[in-house]
């Protein structure tokens, strides 16, 4: 067993899970279950400059709309200046502003976008949800938070695979699960 199958293994028993034969598309694919949800990461490579896109899946991607209108797809990227250096960031465009939701701790490390405003403000007031933000900011080197509140969420980390810590993925996919319990409870119920 190679290094890498070894810890395709080791990460499918962190989450429930199995490694899944996909090598047509991607180097590594693991599938699995966090907080009752399925669980999937991914990787085109499995080294340099490809990470890892993990996605939490809350509901059947078949279920039936009954109103569009009280859900939301929300970006969340990281933002590169902070403080003082936000301002030249926005002024050279460098980094786009992005759109508020009521909590400066927020809006001071992170940059969100969202096609409908009020399920984003409800989901980012949700109990809990902005220290959950700001704990996978800080340490899982998140690129892009992706939220559909219909379906789930999915998240690409800059760690290739080689690189990736299992402590790191282990606690993103449990900050991953407890945002899909909120989308769950939120959203859903």
Known sequence: MTELEGKQLALAKLIDGQVVDDSDRVAVHVKGVVNG???TLQAFATGWPFGCMYAIETSPPDR???NPNEH????ILPRMGRGVWSFFFHTFLFEAKGRGV?????????IFSYDNVEPALRFCKYPGVPEVLLEMEKYCKMKELVIKTDQGLYLSQG???KNLDLDVCQATF???GELGEVIHEAFET
Do not use: G
Not at 72 to 75: A, F, L, R
Not at 103 to 110: G, R, V, Y
């Open 174 to 176: 449990r900050w991953m």
């Open 37 to 39: 949800f399925p669980a």
């Open 72 to 75: 939301s797809k929300i970006t």
């Open 64 to 66: 039936e709309i009954l």
């Open 159 to 161: 760690i290739s695979f």
């Open 102 to 110: 009521r909590d400066k701790k927020l809006e001071n490390k992170l």
